[in-house]
């Protein structure tokens, strides 16, 4: 059972949720999963995820557009995101960020720094953290974030998989460091999960991802907000502490990075 968890990452207005999604987002209560975070992935997902936050307490979101669908952004639609953030169940401007995996060319790369930049801004101005999605981009990211005068509690790093002195960087601008099942499929030497076993449990959060990035040795096509306790399990292991002790320092970072969610 997992206790008082919160899933700050998740897709449930993802097509692979049509069958099933309101029996698991109900079902998740009595799996101790109090609440979930939905992030944005293209412009029409902000409007879904709007429509899910009104159907169900326990479901939050951040409103922006993944950097990989930053192309059909425009001003009108940006205004529509910029509303959107206004709103007391937004909790947060993303996700939003920089992904270099698929379209390395210069014209993408200066159109997800111009959407990157302008998200960062919102949420300085309406004093919300940030999602920021960050693949093979560590370097611009965090020169990008050091041009800004953020706030105080300035968001988290969505499914980090950088290095330690990559985490420390982020660290010490005050972001949270989103931890999924990702890590549990790669070798206990490799960089990401050097990192994982060193950086400070007060700067962590849990998260699924979900549909996406299944824990190793979970079966099915999708994950699900189910999945934090084994996710809290394999952690706990590879950090050599207890799943208590996991569980009990995260709720609080997640209280003081979401405290609406707890009704703060």
């Avoid at 401007?93 to 014209?107: A, F, I, P």
Wanted: aromatic fraction near 8%; charge should be negative; charged fraction near 30%.
């Amino acid at each position: 059972m997992i206790e008082s968890m919160v899933d700050t990452h998740a897709h449930y207005v993802h097509k692979r949720f049509d069958s099933g999604r309101e029996e698991i987002l109900r079902e998740l209560v009595d799996e101790g999963v109090i609440a979930v975070i939905e992030g944005a992935i293209d412009f029409a997902s902000n409007q879904k995820m709007k429509l899910l936050c009104d159907k169900y307490s326990n479901v939050f979101m951040a409103a922006g557009c993944h950097p990989n669908c930053v192309e059909e952004m425009d001003e009108e639609k940006y205004q529509e995101i910029v509303e959107l953030v206004k709103c007391d169940k937004v909790l947060a401007v993303g996700e939003t960020g920089l992904d270099y995996t698929r379209d390395k060319s210069e014209e993408q790369i200066c159109m997800q720094k111009e959407w990157f930049r302008k998200f960062i801004a919102l949420a300085i101005e309406t004093k919300k953290p940030l999602v920021i999605h960050c693949r093979e981009a560590y370097e611009d990211t965090i020169n990008i974030l050091r041009e800004y005068k953020l706030i105080e509690c300035p968001g988290v790093i969505h499914c980090f998989s950088g290095s330690l002195e990559q985490a420390r960087n982020l660290m010490n601008m005050g972001f949270y460091l989103g931890v999924n099942g990702m890590f549990t499929k790669i070798d206990e030497d490799a960089e990401l999960c050097m990192a994982l076993k060193s950086i400070p449990l007060e700067k962590v959060v849990l998260e699924t991802d979900s549909p996406y990035l299944i824990p190793e040795g979970v079966g099915g096509k999708r994950n699900t907000s189910k999945n934090l306790n084994v996710i809290v399990e394999k952690f706990a292991e590879l950090r050599g502490e207890s799943p208590e002790h996991i569980r009990e320092v995260v709720i609080k970072n997640t209280k003081r990075l979401y405290p609406a969610v707890f009704g703060g």
